[in-house]
């Protein structure tokens, strides 16, 4: 079935498709960011390792690494992109943080980067940690902002509490005056 038909293809179907093609997932994923990055549902790299093998998940991504260094017109090899990515896997840190909208992520900064130079593994590593460093302080960032409507949100529930019992208050003074005139009529 053509991918026009499907909707828009699952990221891991378009890096381990024989026929890999960057130009579709500059299609489907080219305005991807940090933030829906760190929103999308799919895994980290090193839990997909797991259910879909080591070795699928290192070649895919090196594909997307190979395609990214092209932009240089550098020649970066098939193993040097593969030694990028297990070394990616064999840092926890790395491995449990990054998925792989985190590769588009990083690939697509990496072509708009001015300044990169000669497009080498340990610029590449540097450049990936550099943007675990970001990432992990915008979500630091994220939930401390979500703590803060939460308080916020508190507090207000807080007041409405406070205005709802004393509205209850007035309600049962009524009741309670109520109460009083009717027994005073008994006592009359």
């Known amino acids: 079935m053509p991918l026009k038909e499907q909707g828009k293809p699952e990221l891991l179907e378009l890096i381990t498709a024989s ?10 994923y080219g305005q991807m960011t940090m ?4 929103a999308a549902p799919s895994p980290s790299l090193g839990r997909m390792a797991v259910l879909h093998g080591e070795d699928t998940i290192v070649t895919g991504v090196a594909r997307m690494f190979l ?7 550098e020649s ?8 990028v990515v297990r070394k990616i896997l064999a840092e926890y840190e790395l491995r449990s943080c990054i998925k792989l909208e985190d590769v588009v992520v990083i690939c ?8 990169f130079g000669k497009f080498t593994a340990n610029k590449l590593l540097t450049f990936i940690k550099s943007y675990k460093k970001r990432r992990m302080e915008a979500a630091v960032a994220e939930s ?10 508190d507090m207000n529930m807080a007041e409405r509490l406070h205005r709802t019992q004393m509205e209850d ?8 005056d109520r109460l009083r005139t009717d027994i005073k009529k008994y006592y009359k």
């Open 169 to 176: 208050s007035k309600d049962k003074g009524k009741i309670v």
């Open 67 to 73: 395609a990214t260094s092209l932009y240089f017109g």
């Open 35 to 38: 933030t829906m990055a760190m």
């Open 144 to 153: 401390l902002d979500t703590v803060q409507q939460s308080k916020s949100y």
């Open 76 to 83: 970066f090899s098939q193993d040097m992109a593969e030694v």
């Open 19 to 28: 026929a890999y093609r960057d130009s579709l997932i500059v299609k489907y």
């Open 108 to 115: 697509k900064e990496l072509v708009a980067t001015e300044q």
